[in-house]
């Protein structure tokens, strides 16, 4: 995939991002308590992040639309429920500032979610014995390293305010030194722009790994596939 169609790519997944609804506001904490108790649990898979977002509302007496910051986080997640279809929707809520270094564009947190109602949901950091994913900063430090084979590469989410890195989909084959037959996976993880050159079919990635599976626990290395390290 070239830089023309990624960019492209990109802004075409920018402009639908704008279609998704979105509730006026976050819960409150009575509706979130209830909630993580009697929603249905999934995990959601961060896509992109805007801290508070304006709205416009008429003050009482004022002249006209006056804008106003409303509370908390704006998260573009793809969510994963037990036997249901993924799905892509947007969420506001109020989140503690150490809870946003685990909820990058990349990440996958757990989530519960109305049966009711697929896009009232609450995004949350799992306990350790819930979690289901490691952090892409754990696996880099800590994982095996193996050779990456670039299958297919397409956008699923280009950042709000076109600060951070887009998100992209990787299909790759991995082979490893000390395992015997190559593998595949599938990734959801943010690509610096640097790294734009890279992602073409049949180019080669240095990733890490903590297990053979299907790519909850590899992550690519791209500071490493750029000759940076």
């Known amino acids: ?13 920018a402009r639908r991002s704008r279609n998704f609804g979105l509730r006026a506001g976050a819960l409150s904490g009575a509706a979130r308590r209830e909630l993580l108790i009697h929603g249905t649990a999934g995990s959601a898979t961060i896509l992109g992040r805007k801290i508070s977002s304006p709205s416009f509302a008429r003050t009482f007496g004022g002249p006209g639309p006056q804008p106003r910051r409303e509370p908390g986080h704006v998260f573009w997640v793809r969510v994963q429920i037990d036997g249901a279809v993924p799905y892509e929707t947007r969420v506001r809520q109020r989140t503690r500032e150490e809870d946003l270094e685990w909820m990058q564009p990349g990440d996958v947190v757990a989530c519960r979610v109305d049966p009711g109602d697929r896009d009232r949901l609450v995004l949350y950091i799992p306990d350790a014995d819930e ?17 990456a084979t670039v299958l297919a590469a397409a956008p699923v989410a280009a950042d709000y305010a076109g600060h951070d890195d887009p998100v992209l989909r990787l299909d ?23 790294a734009i050159g890279l992602i073409d079919l049949g180019q080669h990635l240095e990733v890490a790994f903590f297990a053979v599976d299907h790519g909850e626990s590899v992550a690519v290395d791209w500071a490493a596939s750029l000759g940076e390290e």
């Open 1 to 13: 995939m070239g830089m023309a169609s990624a960019n492209s790519g990109w802004r075409l997944r």
């Open 131 to 147: 979690a289901t994913r490691v952090s892409i900063a754990k696996i880099l430090a800590d994982g095996r390293r193996a050779d």
């Open 172 to 194: 790759l084959e991995l082979r490893a030194w000390d395992e015997p037959r190559p593998w595949r996976v599938r990734l959801i993880q943010p690509l610096p722009l640097a």
